[in-house]
């Protein structure tokens, strides 16, 4: 049953210690854990526009190359975490990295989409990449969230292949709601200054990771053309404005992890900001700005 681990912590008023709100953390993350094998995934026969639309989103470098670096850095913590408690939750989150990544070359194998591999070498501090793995996670979650209830409204590829990839996307719910509360039991266990560099480097991690979102944005995908990753893929979103797209977002984003226990914060930082953006953001389609990149460009 989701979210069991919290009965008994912070009855009648009172605060958790750092072991209750570890335990908490840690029982949800295992209890709420969905078993199932890659093998056993069902992959629908496509069309051949369809299938030709899916593998002309430039993605799946990203996505394959991402999986798997994250499914390293992670378990890479989990070897380095000294709490045994702790371990075995962080090396379940490692176990469902590999299995993402699994699941995204498969998906690319039984569509005939090509990728290309780069080599993940292994992190020399794992606690700096797990702060950069799970802030890239907390942002790109978020954005696909959105993308993923747009792609069924639009009816952009078949429901049974987005039935498959909502198990992967429930799950990336399930990490960011981890990261988010693990970080934030960090800081609590480590009082004074150890507390305070932990909060540097947190932030430090979290620059670093949008600056590299943003570079991407702007980059071309696998170097080809002057079209760049972000442009690319907003074309098939048909009349969705900006605005409203971060309003799914949003909105995706408190249904996934509506059903886990309210005793865990929310993610709160990457909300706040997209709402601050919003009150900014135009009103034009976002096809629009891709045709107005493309005219520039040409």
Not at 2 to 19: D, F, H
Not at 72 to 77: K, Q
Not at 79 to 108: K, N, S, W, Y
């Amino acid at each position: 049953m989701i979210g069991r681990g919290a009965e008994g912590v912070g009855c009648m008023g009172k605060r958790p210690t750092v072991g209750e709100r570890r335990d908490l953390l840690c029982r949800f993350f295992v209890d709420t854990h969905v078993a199932y094998d890659v093998a056993d995934l069902a992959w629908p026969d496509l069309p051949p526009p369809t299938r030709q639309f899916l593998a002309s989103l430039p993605i799946w470098d990203e996505a394959v190359n991402t999986e798997h670096d994250t499914a390293v850095l992670v378990r890479a913590m989990a070897d380095h975490e000294a709490d045994p408690v702790m371990a075995e939750a962080i090396g379940l989150q490692a176990f469902e990295e590999e299995r993402h990544a699994h699941v995204v070359t498969e998906l690319c194998a039984r569509y005939d989409i090509d990728v290309r591999r780069r080599p993940t070498p292994r992190p020399t501090d794992p606690e700096w990449a797990f702060l950069r793995s799970g802030w890239g996670e907390t942002l790109d979650s978020f954005v696909a969230f959105g993308v993923f209830a747009l792609a069924r409204d639009l009816a952009l590829v078949p429901p049974d292949l987005l039935s498959t990839f909502d198990l992967v996307m429930q799950e990336e719910g399930r990490h960011i709601l981890f990261f988010e509360n693990w970080r934030l039991l960090c800081r609590t266990a480590r009082p004074g200054v150890p507390s305070a560099a932990f909060a540097v480097r947190t932030v430090a991690a979290a620059v670093t990771v949008v600056l590299a979102r943003l570079r991407l944005a702007v980059s071309s995908p696998q170097g080809a053309g002057d079209d760049n990753f972000l442009v690319s893929g907003i074309g098939a979103v048909g009349d969705v404005t900006p605005r409203a797209f971060v309003d799914r977002c949003l909105a995706e984003s408190d249904r996934r992890l509506a059903p886990y226990d309210p005793q865990l914060v929310r993610p709160r930082i990457v909300p706040a900001l997209a709402r601050g953006l919003r009150r900014v953001l135009p009103d034009r389609p976002l096809r629009h700005f891709a045709a107005d990149r493309q005219a520039v460009l040409t």
